[in-house]
């Protein structure tokens, strides 16, 4: 949790010591590299870690999948920004097969004839567990063909 990163940088006498980490900094060309970071606080209404660039005063503000603190364990970090990625292009593809069914013409279609419905439906209930169902019902597949 973000409170918790942050309570790894206070000091027994009430002080703040920055915490360590690396960022992505994205350069001016477009290409990104890891950079040290000074992490001195979480902002919760942006949900974005601040702090300095390490070596220099330039602010900056890091999202927790570009922040890898110097105390995690590095794997743990590839896998959550692995999955990340992997959920983001399957909303990309959720959101652009919405789109693309909702603007759908669906006045003066023809009729599937009766050689496209076996078709279908054996393609949809190819599985044993399907064939083995006796009573399938299949108008919901058929609706949304």
């Not at 992490?39 to 070596?55: A, K, L, P, Q």
């Not at 330039?58 to 920004?81: C, G, M, W």
């Not at 990625?85 to 959720?94: F, K, N, P, T, V």
Request: charged fraction near 25%.
């Amino acid at each position: 949790m973000p409170h918790e990163w942050i309570a790894f940088g206070e000091t027994e006498d009430g002080g703040f010591n920055p915490i360590c980490g690396k960022g992505l900094f994205r350069n001016s060309d477009g290409s990104a590299q890891w950079r040290s970071a000074l992490i001195n606080s979480y902002d919760e209404e942006r949900n974005v870690y601040t702090g300095y660039w390490d070596g220099t005063s330039e602010y900056v503000e890091l999202t927790r999948i570009n922040l890898l603190f110097n105390s995690e364990d590095p794997r743990i970090f590839a896998q959550r920004v692995a999955q990340a990625h992997s959920e983001r292009i399957y909303a990309d593809s959720q959101i652009r097969y919405n789109f693309f069914m909702d603007l759908m013409p669906q006045q003066e279609l023809p009729e599937l004839d009766s050689e496209q419905v076996s078709r279908i439906l054996h393609h949809a209930t190819a599985s044993k567990y399907l064939r083995s169902r006796p009573n399938l019902e299949t108008t919901a597949i058929l609706f949304e063909v």
